[in-house]
């Protein structure tokens, strides 16, 4: 399984890239648009998910539902528009996109030994920061 990183540009936490890409979906599929199609796309597709990096760490994942045309000759990279958080693992900042193989992936956040998936999405970013988590 492949996967994808960007950096959340403009968001200033994962709370509001959460309220950002939850405030899309209710204009219809979220997607983000890239000038060409990954050569990888199908090793993505419906599998893979595009990871968040956010402050030089890579903080949660959209699930890639898959990839279609958008405006001006664009690729358009479909997304599920919940995110899921991952536990923090210091990331540079790039442009565009990049692969992240399913190895290096960060493991998921969350699930009841935790107790983090019912913890506000901006403290869990703070404890991320501080290293806590």
Known sequence: MLHLTKVAFGAASVDHLAERL????ADGPVFLTTRYLPKRHEEVAGQGSLFWILKHQL??????????????????????????????????????????????????????????????????????ELALI
């Open 22 to 25: 939850l405030l899309r979906a």
């Open 59 to 128: 903080v949660a994942r959209s699930p890639i539902l898959g990839f279609g045309e958008a405006e001006g000759g664009r690729v358009a990279i479909h997304i599920d528009p919940a995110l899921v958080l991952v536990q923090a693992r210091p990331k540079r900042a790039h442009q565009g996109w990049r692969y992240l193989e399913a190895a290096d992936a960060p493991a998921d956040l969350g699930g009841d030994a935790d107790g983090l998936s019912v913890m506000p999405p901006a403290l869990v970013g703070k404890l991320a």
